[in-house]
């Protein structure tokens, strides 16, 4: 386990929660906030701490999954990734783009054996190896009869964006990715530790 890893809150199962997953407390009445600014327009915030409450695995803090995205920190461990360094995305296969924030080898690499779903799914999950990526806006615009969302991806910081949907997260486009089947990266990165 990554060091940084170690030092994440836990779940009752002592497992490591990662950085960007939403923690709910017993009064959260599960209402979904938005609020407005000048830098982001309408948006979904989520107010949640982590280590506070119990961590909902699979649902992204709007909040965090935002900031991870934008200062190029570890979706996992939640450190910085240094600026020249390969970063990873995990997804399935061919993913145009990545709703998780980026994360480092080794965090990538504990995420693909520990998670029971990435774990699961085997040769169908990807990793896209890059040294960059651009982002972009997923918002929603707007709500139907039956109370699904429907959602568009616009260009980060578009202002005419601002009034017309409300952002939940930064989608991230990696550039150039090197993609491999996550058993291969796994199977090349095991000798790559090797002396
Ligand atoms: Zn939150
Ligand atoms: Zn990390």
């Known amino acids: ?114 998670c029971p779903v990435l774990h699961a799914e085997g040769e169908r999950i990807e990793v896209a190896l890059t040294q960059s990526y651009a982002l972009a806006e997923d918002r929603i615009t707007a709500v139907s009869a039956d109370g699904a969302l429907r959602r568009s991806a616009f260009p980060f910081g578009d202002l005419g964006a601002h009034h017309l949907a409300v952002l939940e997260f930064y989608l991230a486009f990696p550039d150039a990715p090197e993609r491999l089947t996550a058993p291969t990266w796994l199977a090349q990165h095991d000798l790559k530790l090797l002396p």
Do not use: K
């Open 1 to 114: 386990m990554p060091p940084a890893v170690a030092r994440l809150p836990r779940n009752r199962a002592g497992r490591p929660v990662p950085g960007n997953i939403a923690w709910y407390e017993a009064d959260d009445d599960g209402s979904i906030l938005v609020t407005r600014n000048d830098e982001l327009g309408g948006h979904i915030t989520c107010p949640c701490t982590p280590g506070r409450g119990t961590p909902r695995f699979g649902e992204q803090c709007s909040d965090r999954q935002r900031q991870l995205m934008v200062q190029r920190r570890c979706g996992l461990c939640t450190q910085a990734i240094e600026p020249t360094a390969q970063l990873v995305f995990i997804g399935e296969s061919d993913a145009r783009y990545y709703l998780g924030p980026p994360l480092h080898p080794l965090c990538a690499a504990y995420a693909l054996q520990v």
